[in-house]
């Protein structure tokens, strides 16, 4: 590689001690240039996240059928339904249903038999 071609840095010691493990002076950060096509962070990033809990998981793989059946009223481009993608989502959620039977609280229970139930009425009605 060229030299003209290679990207050049700068290694700042921003530790707070010195080799004989005095403190020293705290560095201050160096201003760096605005990257024109550095990616900005979408305002979304700030959004607090669902807490991680089952229903938080089951609501996901939910919304990912729903997406996958063309059902998402959210979309504004109308994306065609992927009926694979979408059979493929109901059954990790019927694997979950079998692999928690005995373990979920009633809400839990609840929750996932009505998001399964309505899920695969709306693939049968989408593939037929």
């Given amino acids: 590689m060229a030299d003209s071609d290679e990207k050049k840095f700068t290694v700042t010691d921003r530790r707070s001690f010195d080799s004989s493990g005095e403190s020293k002076a705290p560095v201050a950060p160096e201003a760096r240039p605005v990257d024109e ?3 900005t962070k979408p305002a979304e990033a ?7 809990d089952f229903a938080t998981l089951v609501l ?6 729903v997406m996958y059946l063309g059902q998402d ?3 504004q481009d109308k994306t065609p339904p992927n009926l694979p993608m979408a059979k493929h989502a109901i059954d990790l959620l019927t694997v979950l ?3 928690t ?4 609280t009633g ?5 996932l038999e ?12 989408a593939a037929g």
């Fill in 37 to 39: 096509a550095a990616p």
């Fill in 46 to 52: 700030n959004r607090r996240l669902p807490p991680a």
């Fill in 60 to 65: 996901s793989l939910g919304s990912s059928a």
């Fill in 73 to 75: 009223d959210q979309d």
């Fill in 97 to 99: 249903e079998e692999k």
């Fill in 101 to 104: 039977k005995g373990n979920l």
């Fill in 107 to 111: 809400e839990e229970s609840h929750l």
């Fill in 114 to 125: 009505g998001v399964l139930y309505d899920l695969l009425m709306a693939y049968v009605s």
